[in-house]
Structures are given as C-alpha cells and as structure tokens.
C-alpha cells in the first residue's frame, strides 16, 4: 500500500508569472538545475528549455502553454538530509497576453507564486494583469527582480514601480551588490550577510561580511524592513517600540504569517541567466509560501442539497479535486491535470464527475516534470497530478467521492477577442479539422469554435493574433490539418442604451390546431460586467445577461416561461444593428396571455424573440468594439512618430516613463486598428520599438465607423 512520501507541510504549490520576456522561463530552469532535476540548464535563446517543450514554444522563444515540475529542494543553510527535502510542484506559466488564460487557471489551484520582473522594465503591462488574477485567487507572493546584470538594469525603480503600479505593500527582503556588468552578489537585510554565488552555474552560495560601502545602506533598508514586519504582531511591536532586537527566528515566523495573509510581498533580486540569486529565493518559498495546510480550506456546493460543503486539505475526510488544464499527449493520449483538495485516489479507481453527474474510471495517474513522466500509483492531498484516460472531463470540472458530493467554483474565462475564418484544403481535412479544434477547444477555454449562420462558414475565435496562428500551427502538426484562413476579424458586440417596452404575439391558424403565444417584455441597459467585481446571482457572467420573471396570477403558465427567455437569448446572438451577439441587457417577462388548446412551447420561443427584436429596435442599439491596453516601448527619438501614430488609430495615450534608456508609452487603442501594427512600428523605428497588447475593455463604437462596419456586413 502505497504511503505519503513527504509530509504535507514540506509540500510547496507554487507558480512563477511574470510579463512576456522577464526572465520566467530562464528562472524555471535554474530551479531545476538547482534542485537535482536536471544536470544541464536549457536556455530559451538555444531552444533546448525543459519547460518550453512545444516546437512552437522553442522556435519563438516564449511560453505558450503552462508546464508543471515537480522537484525537491534542500535549504541552503541545512545539512544534505532527506528529512530536510522538500517538495516543490511548480507551474511555470506564459507572459502573453494571448495565452492569459494559462496563468488565470494556473492561479486557482496554486498555494503561491513567485512573480519575476525585468530590473530594466519593472512592472510591465502583463505583470499588472497577472497580478489582478492572484489577487482574485489570494495567492501569496514572493517578488524576483531579474536581470540586474542588464544595461540599464536599475533595482530601486524596479522596486518602486512594485510600490506605485502593484502593492505598497511589498519590502525588500536584499539589496544587490553592484548592478549591470558589475553585479556581483546580494545582501540579507534580515540576516545582514552578503551573498555571491560561485563554482559551476552558480551553484556554491557563499557567505561573506557585508562590503564597507554597503553597510550603512543595509542598516537603513533593515529598519524599514523590520518596521514592516512588526507592524503585523502587537507583542513584537510593543518590545521593539521598547528598544529590544526582535530575533530572526521571531521576524520569520510574523513574516511568514504576513505573506500567506497577503498583508506583504518580500521582494528578492538576482540574475537568472548569470546565476546569481535564485538559491535565495527557493529559500524563501520554504520560509514565507504557504503549504496546502495554511491555506483556508476549499469551500464548494452539495449538488443534491445546494448547501455550502467545506473540505480540509487532510487525507482522511472524502476525496475532492478540480481538474485545472487538459493537454493532448502524442504518447499516452488526454492528460487531464487536477489538483487534490481533500482525500486521495489511486490509479484503477472510479471517479465521481459532480460537473456532469458521471463516472470515470482513473487508468493511470503521472506525475510530470515538463513533458517527462513519472508514474505513480496514488496522490495524496495538496498535490498536483495528471490523470490518463479520463474521457468527459473538462477544465474546471469538479471529481470528488460519490457518496460525498461536491462542486467547486467553476474557474471562469475571459471571452475571445478575435476570429477569422478558417477552412480545409481537402475533404479529407474536414473530417481531421473537426477532430483537431474539438480537441484544442477543450484544452483552451478561451478558443470558440462557431458558424457563421448566413454564410456557413467555420469561424475560430481567440485572445489574439498570435493565439489564432498558434493554434493553426498545432492543427497542421499534431493533426495533420491543412487549412486556409481568412484575415483576423474583430469580435464587436452590440448593446442598448435606454429602455424600451415590446409586445410579441405569435398566433398561426391552421386547419388542425394553432399555435398561439403572447408575452410583453421590458428591457433595460445592464452595467457591464467588470473583472474582479461582484455580480447579482441572477446575472450570467458569460453572458452579461439578466432575465427576470414578474409574471404573476398565472397569465402566462410557468411551463412557457423558459421557452419564451430561450427565444430572448436566440435572439440576443443574432443581434439588431449588424448580427453581433448582444450583451448587458436586462430583460423583464412581466405579462403575456395564452390559448388553452393552441398555446405551446415553440409559440412563446417566437413570440419572445418577436418581443425581443422589436424591443432592441427602439431601445438605442449600438456597436460595441474591443479597447486594448497598449504599452510601446521605444528609443526617445521616435516618441513624437509613435504617439502621432497612436492618436491616428483613435487612440488615447495614457501615460509616459522612462523605462532605462528607452521611453514606455502607455495607451488605449481599438483592436481594429491594431491589425499589421507589428510592421508598420518596425517601419517607423527601425526595428528598435517593441509593443505588448492585451484587452481592457467594449466601448460603443464612434458613429463614422460604426456606418463603416454595417456596410461591411451586409
């Protein structure tokens, strides 16, 4: 009978996020160089990463899909001993923005996270978005500001635009000896030791007296750190207001208490890529992120009851997972990763879908390091896992013990963006293409598949440009997929203004029976759904949609109410002023009437459509489009070029910085007038500019262009 290998307490679940090109990946292989795991460090400008296993990862230098590691770790200041391992199960996840959708997932089932950021950049734009998303989760963090050995590289505006940009509660834990080609080492503030890291790849921590020169520095930054801390325990705070020294052992463990509470972000520094500081940080994942133990127990629905059910993070009380992250496997088919709550589950056993209301049986369960596989025969509480051969489960999906049902928060998912057409080169593609995007639209949540009704069209829809063509890629090479695909499209949505009343009355005499429906609506402009923020019970997310019922004295039976709210929502998809799907609206049923003999279900369908159309008509429809954040980072020089251009694409620059030698331009810009942008700022910077790009928010479209996209569409 297989037994626990490591105690739950020496269990760390945590991820490392970071914006697009911080140093994440890079990280991600000194931790497992670090730990034993591996005997070679990959580098992402080589291609030969462990955790960027994709051929599209490699060829593009980024991380596209999040990839799970386990590996062990010894304290650097502890003697080599198996009691002293401790168990690490890392997701390394993307920084673009088209691949969000890995780290928001990711979030939900991790303890915690260690968040790099460029020492040249500091906070970039996916950092803020990452960020928002552990905040949702209340995940702990622990900072890493990589990269110190740069041109330009600059700890303190690293660190104060964690400060400005993110949390004022973040607090330097190091200070680093030197910086760009003259960075050498760190020093300890707690323990007010200076480290370098010697002997091959770093791997020698070794310990010296602070530098005369840094001394006076490092008294100061401990005060502010130790004010910090003793801020968060009452007794500790009266002895130090009393003149006494709280011991490193007192201001670790108030620390620790602080960080899982997310009260404070400690805030390391190094340079992955030169060796130098990641050691440290590993150390303060044992000392400061939780173990699944401290972290409040998963709380979820009885889907027999509707009563709220609490699980603890113990192997004894009933097994309970959510299944995270599907990836297809070339060798052993779907993968379907989860993470264990409560309970345990063996390889062979049968699980308990709670999502679905079936049972699946486990054939295998593996343990990954990246796309290796370790199997093993049972997973225990807080750990992290894949299963082979489970067959309907999907992302978010809730697997639990029968007799002791539970469903867990469905994780939720921001929607796509963007679509273009997409069809096969033969017929033989055809049947493949299906298979292919059922496939990738289960691994990826925000991937839609649909039909163009009027034309019949296959449309693919996504986060972006780049998530569109990537997913093209891995149709033509993992299933031998050959497509044509139409330009990128913009995904409007339309909306109302104002509230307006309608009556749909559907009465068709035939020879036999009729069919006869009546309903009077009242619909009204429902405020946007913002992310993070809370919703009324009766409001779709997906959706932004509300349907209320105030029908009464039974005008209409009840049996014909969901028939009519059906036809509303058909009606919704097909849209009013140029066939887009319809969002934030509030729509009431509050009277109708009905025929003993000829009122149906299908009557009220359409009449409620009917009702519907005629309602949206008069209610001040509009377009709305996708508003992108944009940050363009750029040499000074072509400032003026780049903001001209900006203001030209109806954009709104929103802020400048300096950001090293180069000037970041921050702005809002419709993702219509982004297409081809990558070329056009090549062109006018000679190469030198870069731009990152993700979606903030739907605004109603300008009235010139809104004339210019219905013409388009019809």
Not at 523 to 539: H, M, T, W
């Amino acid at each position: 009978m297989p037994t626990r290998d490591y105690p739950l307490e020496k269990v760390r679940n945590f991820g490392i996020i970071a914006h697009i090109d911080a140093g994440k990946t890079t990280t991600s292989e000194r931790v497992l160089y670090y730990t034993g795991s591996q005997h070679k460090i990959g580098e992402v400008h080589e291609g030969d990463t462990t955790t960027d296993w994709m051929e599209q990862e490699r060829e593009r230098g980024i991380t596209i899909t999040a990839a799970a590691i386990t590996c062990f770790w010894n304290k650097t200041d502890q003697e080599k001993a198996k009691e002293n391992l401790y168990r690490f199960n890392i997701i390394d996840t993307p920084g673009h923005i088209d691949f969000t959708v890995e780290v928001k997932r990711s979030m939900r089932v991790l303890d915690g996270a260690i968040v790099v950021f460029d020492g040249v950049a500091g906070v970039e734009p996916q950092s803020e978005t990452n960020w928002r998303y552990a905040d949702e989760a209340k995940v702990p963090r622990i900072c890493f500001i990589n990269k110190l050995d740069r041109m330009g590289a600059s700890f303190e505006k690293s660190f104060q635009s964690i400060l400005d940009r993110l949390n004022k509660s973040a607090v330097r834990m190091q200070i680093p000896i030197g910086a760009e080609e003259k960075f050498e080492g760190v020093v300890d503030l707690l323990k007010m030791k200076a480290y370098k890291f010697e002997g091959e790849m770093g791997k020698e921590v070794v310990e010296f007296e602070i530098p005369a020169d840094y001394k006076s520095d490092a008294a100061m930054y401990r005060a502010q750190l130790i004010e910090k801390i003793v801020e968060h325990d009452e007794a500790l705070m009266t002895s130090y207001l009393d003149g006494k020294e709280p011991t490193i052992d007192e201001l670790k463990k108030v620390l620790r208490a602080a960080v899982i509470d997310n009260k404070i972000f400690p805030v390391y520094t190094g340079s992955a890529l030169k060796n130098k500081g990641v050691q440290l940080v590993l150390d303060a994942v044992v000392d400061y992120l939780p173990s699944p133990l401290e972290m409040p127990p998963v709380k979820g629905i009885n889907p027999n009851t509707g009563e709220e059910v609490i699980r603890h993070a113990t192997d004894s009380e009933p097994f309970c997972a959510l299944a995270f992250k599907l990836q297809a496997d070339p060798f052993v088919g779907q993968l379907t990763f989860f993470r264990v709550y409560s309970g345990t589950v063996e390889a062979g056993s049968y699980l308990y879908n709670s999502t679905t209301g079936s049972k699946e049986r486990l054939g295998r369960i593996v343990r990954l390091q990246a796309n290796k596989r370790e199997e093993v025969k049972k997973v225990y509480a807080g750990e992290i896992a894949a299963a082979v051969g489970l067959k309907d489960t999907r992302t978010s999906h809730t697997l639990c013990d029968e007799a002791n049902p539970i469903i867990l928060e469905q994780i939720k998912f921001p929607e796509p963006v963007i679509s273009m057409r997409i069809e096969p080169k033969t017929k033989a593609d055809q049947e493949k293409m299906g298979i292919a995007m059922k496939k990738l639209s289960d691994e990826d949540p925000t991937f839609k598949v649909s039909t163009d009704a009027e034309t019949m069209e296959t449309l693919i829809s996504g986060m972006g440009e780049l998530h569109l063509e990537i997913l093209v890629d891995r149709m033509k090479r993992e299933f031998s997929v050959e497509a044509n695909v139409g330009k990128p499209q913009v995904a409007y949505r339309e909306t109302i203004q104002k509230e307006a009343e309608a009556e749909g009355k559907y009465i068709k005499q035939t020879g036999g029976r009729g069919q006869y429906g009546h309903v009077r609506i009242r619909i009204k402009p429902l405020e946007p759904v913002v992310e993070g923020k809370k919703i009324a019970k009766n409001i779709s997310r997906e959706e932004h949609f509300e349907f209320i019922n105030a029908i009464k004295g039974g005008v209409v039976p009840q049996e014909y109410i969901p028939a009519a709210e059906k036809g509303i929502r058909e009606a919704m998809e097909r849209g009013i002023v140029a066939g887009y799907k319809m969002v934030d609206i509030s729509v009431e049923l509050y009277d109708g009437s009905y025929h003993d003999v000829d009122s149906s279900e299908i009557a009220f369908k359409i009449a409620g459509s009917m009702a519907f159309q005629d309602a949206a008509k008069r209610a001040g429809p509009v377009l709305l489009e996708p508003i992108m954040k944009i940050e363009v980072v750029t040499p000074e020089k072509f400032m003026g070029d780049v903001t001209g251009s900006l203001n030209s694409k109806r954009g709104q620059i929103e802020g400048m910085e300096e950001r090293g030698l180069a000037r970041a331009i921050r702005a809002k810009v419709p993702l219509s007038e982004m297409f081809g942008y990558t070329t056009t700022l090549r062109s006018m910077t000679e190469g030198r500019a870069s731009f990152t790009m993700e979606f903030d928010h739907y605004e109603v479209v300008p009235g010139n262009v809104a004339q210019t996209i219905i013409a388009a569409r019809k």
